[in-house]
């Protein structure tokens, strides 16, 4: 079992940054590949990062490439997700994910754990 909690949410002003922190606990951390997925109002959630295990090229959905960064520091077992240059349409409960093995996918039904989710909302 493993238990994740994030934090690091808040209200930003569009070009603003904020940095998002997931936290796990449980079984070995360095073991589990960690995403960012996020749900805005209306919406069903989505992909947004994820960095495998064993710390390969990090992948990103097309709205966030070059804004937001992915990174995981295991001696913290945390994982983080820098987002830059926010944009409104950012605003979302983002939440962090986690599987077991390797592989780097996006699909979330293959996601075994999750956070309860942090807010962000970015104004214009």
């Known amino acids: 079992q493993v238990q994740l909690t994030e934090s690091g949410g808040g209200l930003e002003q569009a070009g603003g940054s904020l940095r998002l922190s997931c936290a796990a606990s449980?079984?070995?951390?360095?073991?589990?590949?960690m995403a960012w997925f996020r749900q805005a109002p209306g919406k069903e959630r989505e992909f947004v990062a994820v960095?495998?295990?064993?710390?390969?090229?990090?992948s990103y959905a097309d709205s966030v490439k070059g804004r937001f960064t992915i990174s995981r520091e295991s001696a913290k077992n945390t994982v983080y997700l820098q987002m830059n240059s926010l944009k409104p349409e950012d605003t979302a409960v983002y939440y962090c994910?986690?599987?077991?093995?390797?592989?780097?996918?996006?699909?979330?039904?293959?996601?075994?754990?999750w956070g309860q989710g942090t807010q962000v909302t970015v104004s214009s």
């Open positions: 960095i495998s295990w064993s710390g390969g090229t990090p």
């Open positions: 449980g079984r070995p951390f360095s073991r589990y590949t």
């Open positions: 994910a986690a599987r077991g093995g390797t592989y780097a996918t996006v699909r979330e039904a293959t996601y075994d754990y």
